[in-house]
Each structure stands twice: as C-alpha cells, then as structure tokens.
C-alpha cells in the first residue's frame, strides 16, 4: 500500500480507534490531514476525554507527523 493511499484511509482507521478506546467519550469528531499534521475538531464529553483522544491518536500516526488537538469540551 502506497504512503498517499494510507494517509487517504488514516482519519476513517483514527476514528474507529477513537470507537473502540472506552477513555473517549466523543461527539461531533472530525479528523482532517493536512501535509504532516492531524487535526482533531469538535467536541469531547470531558477534559479527560480529550487528553485520551490526542493520546489514542499520537500512538497511531506515523512518528514525523504533528498532532494538534482542537476539541472543545462540552
């Protein structure tokens, strides 16, 4: 599989990791990528929740990517 058609399926496989992971109490995710940055927008239930997302993701993306946490709690 090439490394542009991996980074085209990344947000979809980030969020079922987000699913299964009981720590991230999320609603209204959304996972955009752009160069070598992931973004996370929207809403997570509590502080705890975001922390774990950022996390769950960090441990799933490629070592030279960013990941920036833009969840609002609420």
């Not at 922390?51 to 799933?60: G, I, L, P, T």
Request: aromatic share 4%.
């Amino acid at each position: 599989m090439s490394f542009e058609r991996t980074l085209d399926t990344l947000p979809e496989r980030l969020r079922e990791k987000l699913a299964e992971d009981a720590r991230c109490t999320m609603l209204d995710v959304e996972i955009r990528i752009a160069d070598t940055t992931v973004y996370l927008r929207g809403r997570a239930a509590s502080a705890e929740g975001s922390r774990a997302a950022e996390q769950v993701v960090r441990s799933r993306v490629p070592g030279h990517m960013d990941v920036v946490n833009e969840l609002w709690i609420g």
